[in-house]
């Protein structure tokens, strides 16, 4: 694709444009969690569409209503846009998230989290920088590269850029479900750049994630709290209770110890087992990750086929127990303990919760406690995953070849992210994910950063992406 060379050669001229951009992307405080800060995810909405009308696009600001249960607050609008109206070309949906989580230099930053900073490695620190506002910039950098190149965009593009990722994605899926044959019908692809490289040198493409059922436990007994030394050795106790039925859950190694769950798991095919050994990935790269050397699994596959591809169970914490410093000799009346299930295919949610219920009413049936127990489903979401042979992704590991110069490793994320299965379902099209950022980022965390390197070439390879794509599916 020769008309790629002059594409690529206005991204590199417009790098600082493009950083500049960024800048004032980053300087907007779109933090959808805190009511005060409101006002500037609502803002940040605004200065995206007005982003988008200058590149020639057009926008609407779909208004979401009252935020559920906190009705004094307006959901921030989801933006819904288009480039290009020809119908002779494929039409791509990209989604991204405009919001950011919460940040301030007094939680450790070394910068002030809403100017961008750039160090002399190229390092770009902000909040949102890589999470998500460097890759929603990335497709309107490649829109203006295409046009000041003279290169014609080969695809039609949808936009979905949401205000509230970062809280719930309240209002989503209902705007997904009621314009699924509506502003979406004409989406022949789906494409999300709101994930990361495993690593650091080689780019991925994503092809699914693990879903997330996460469950209270809650034991109570006493009418209030009791001192140990009055009361201890007298009444069954909630905590007890408690730890005995969280440590029949799981085994140090992580095994999950509820009958029948194994069962649910889809087994390994041979195609999908030779995707892990090419991927750049190194057991010092995890002990990095974990800081320190405390891994279940000592050789690479195991450790990522468990991160990304098998079940795994989690203890989160127990809610009412003493946890401040100090001693402190009461025995709680009421605990709550808390944990989770990264479930796969093909663990259907009732399934796990029926398998979930009955094991835990088993265990505390065991205690022959005169306390009472009470299992609550707190939320679920369901897995998902994707036809890696579909020309979105072919399409994808050509782009990034042409690009990087290497095939993508092919993964799985290990975490949800629930809009795929949203896009998947209500569409029924091919959803594609093509992170931008690297495993070094730090999404969520102090000093979020994305690396000048993966912004600019990053951009290259959504552009890339669009033509390769655009020809994959004209062939299809």
Excluded at 391 to 404: D, G, L, S, W
Aim: hydrophobic share 35%.
């Amino acid at each position: 694709m020769p008309h790629l060379v002059p594409f690529f050669e206005q991204v590199d001229k417009l790098q600082e444009t493009f950083v500049d951009r960024l800048k004032e992307a980053v300087a907007i405080p779109s933090i959808s969690s805190e009511d005060e800060r409101r006002k500037d995810v609502v803002k940040m909405g605004h200065w995206l569409a007005d982003q988008i009308k200058a590149l020639g696009g057009t926008v609407e600001l779909r208004e979401l209503g009252k935020q559920p249960g906190r009705e004094h607050l307006d959901l921030p609008p989801c933006l819904l846009g288009r480039y290009g109206n020809d119908p002779k070309k494929p039409n791509i949906l990209i989604y991204g998230h405009y919001d950011v989580q919460p940040a301030q230099k007094s939680d450790g930053w070394a910068t002030d989290p809403f100017k961008l900073s750039i160090d002399d490695k190229g390092r770009m620190y902000g909040r949102g920088s890589t999470d998500d506002k460097g890759p929603v910039l990335g497709w309107l950098n490649a829109i203006e590269a295409h046009q000041k190149a003279g290169v014609e965009v080969p695809v039609n593009l949808i936009m979905c850029f949401e205000g509230m990722e970062e809280n719930g994605s309240e209002g989503l899926d209902e705007t997904i479900r009621a314009e699924a044959k509506g502003f979406f019908k004409e989406a022949d692809a789906v494409c999300i750049s709101d994930n990361y490289w495993l690593g650091t040198e080689k780019p991925c493409l994503t092809y699914g994630v693990r879903g997330c059922n996460y469950y209270a436990v809650e034991v109570s007994g006493p009418g209030q709290d009791l001192h140990s030394g009055v009361y201890g050795g007298t009444t069954h106790e909630p905590m007890t209770d408690l730890v005995r039925i969280m440590n029949s859950l799981v085994d140090p190694d992580g095994k999950i110890l509820i009958k029948g769950i194994d069962d649910l798991v889809a087994p390994m095919t041979d195609e999908e087992a030779a995707l892990y050994p090419p991927i750049a990935f190194t057991m010092q790269d995890l002990h990095e990750s974990l800081g320190n050397e405390v891994s279940i699994f000592d050789n690479k596959d195991d450790a990522l086929k468990h991160k990304m591809r098998y079940p795994s169970l989690s203890l989160h914490g127990i809610e009412g127990a003493f946890y401040t410093p100090g001693a402190k000799t009461v025995i709680p009346a009421k605990v709550i303990g808390k944990f989770s299930i990264r479930t796969v295919p093909d663990m259907e949610i009732d399934a796990v919760n029926k398998l979930v219920e009955k094991h835990v009413n088993d265990e505390f049936a065991k205690l022959k406690s005169k306390n009472k127990m009470k299992l609550n489903t707190v939320h679920c979401g369901k897995w998902w995953v994707e036809d890696t042979n579909h020309p979105n992704y072919t399409a994808a590991a050509k782009a990034v070849e042409r690009v990087f110069g290497v095939k993508p490793d092919m993964t799985r994320e290990g975490g949800s992210i629930p809009v795929t299965l949203t896009f998947q379902e209500e569409l029924g099209k091919n959803v594609l994910l093509l992170p931008m950022g690297s495993s070094t980022d730090a999404a969520h965390s102090i000093n979020e950063k994305l690396d000048k390197r993966n912004y600019i070439e990053g951009t290259k390879l959504l552009g890339a992406y669009l033509h390769y794509v655009a020809g994959e599916l004209k062939r299809a």
